[in-house]
């Protein structure tokens, strides 16, 4: 993983963290969510004309991924309300990289170093800590922990389609921004159909995330698509998930959440795994 690489992935977290915490800070999430991935639409759309259509060979995966990004952002709301996500979350955050590495290395045959292996499980180590000193009802909550765990599985399932798809696409910006379209269509029609109010009410309440929300997600998950282009799938996607931990910081100094000793432990940990992450580039 170059610097370059790098710095774009912790971009990519940084601005992912940011969008989820606008989302989390509303009383309606399905507004706040509808709004970020809707809001896609005012980058995508325009970006088509400056780049290169997806070869059709990437079709198969940009209509799987597609269905994974929509079943990412439906069990993501559904966490949302069965449960504090601030303590489930970081399950599917953390079970994410090690799912991704474990394809990666047993059905892809992608050779990683033992330091690359030993970085990718220090920051899902790290990632996972979290939410065993977020308090006791994330864990004892078995269908808030159920739900982490799926959307753990969507989030390595996209991940993995994404990173061959924008390969196979050759134009990583061209394969998201179709993605991108087609994903904010389909929530548009799932909206539609279960709660027309939030459509109703984004032009109004959701404007802000829309615009804001809505552009720090579609850049994020851009850079992201770029990243697995040049680097391991795997290795990006770890990196990417320390987008927690400048989720906690916002929290801490922002939103007047608690700093306590056991997140900065979990913190630590997570670093650390980055620094071995940056220790290995080429």
Not at 18 to 37: E, I, Q
């Amino acid at each position: 993983m170059t610097s370059l690489v790098f710095f774009a992935v912790l971009t990519a977290a940084l601005l992912h963290a940011a969008w989820n915490a606008l989302v989390k800070s509303g009383s309606d999430k399905r507004l706040n969510m509808a709004a970020v991935v809707i809001g896609h639409l005012p980058i995508a759309v325009p970006m088509l004309a400056f780049v290169p259509a997806p070869d059709p060979a990437s079709y198969p995966y940009l209509f799987a991924g597609i269905a994974l990004h929509f079943g990412y952002q439906c069990f993501l709301l559904e966490s949302y309300r069965i449960g504090d996500l601030t303590q489930v979350y970081p399950i599917a955050r953390g079970v994410a990289p090690l799912l991704v590495a474990i394809v990666s290395l047993v059905f892809l045959g992608v050779d990683l170093s033992s330091m690359e292996i030993l970085a990718v499980v220090t920051i899902a180590a790290g990632i996972l800590s979290i939410s065993l000193v977020r308090g006791a009802d994330g864990l004892r909550n078995g269908r808030a922990t159920a739900m982490a765990l799926t959307t753990g599985c969507f989030i390595a399932s996209y991940s993995i389609v994404d990173g061959l798809g924008a390969r196979v696409a050759g134009t990583a910006l061209g394969f998201y921004a179709w993605l991108g379209i087609a994903n904010a269509a389909l929530f548009v029609v799932f909206m539609a159909a279960t709660t027309p109010q939030v459509l109703r009410d984004l032009p109004i309440k959701g404007k802000k995330i829309f615009f804001v929300g809505g552009s720090a997600s579609f850049v994020a998950f851009s850079l992201v698509m770029w990243a697995f282009t040049q680097a391991p799938i795997a290795l990006v996607t770890a990196l990417r998930e320390i987008s927690i931990i400048f989720a906690l910081l916002i929290g801490v100094l922002l939103m007047g959440e608690r700093l306590s000793l056991g997140k900065v432990v979990s913190t630590m940990i997570t670093l650390l795994g980055v620094v071995l992450l940056r220790a290995t580039r080429s």
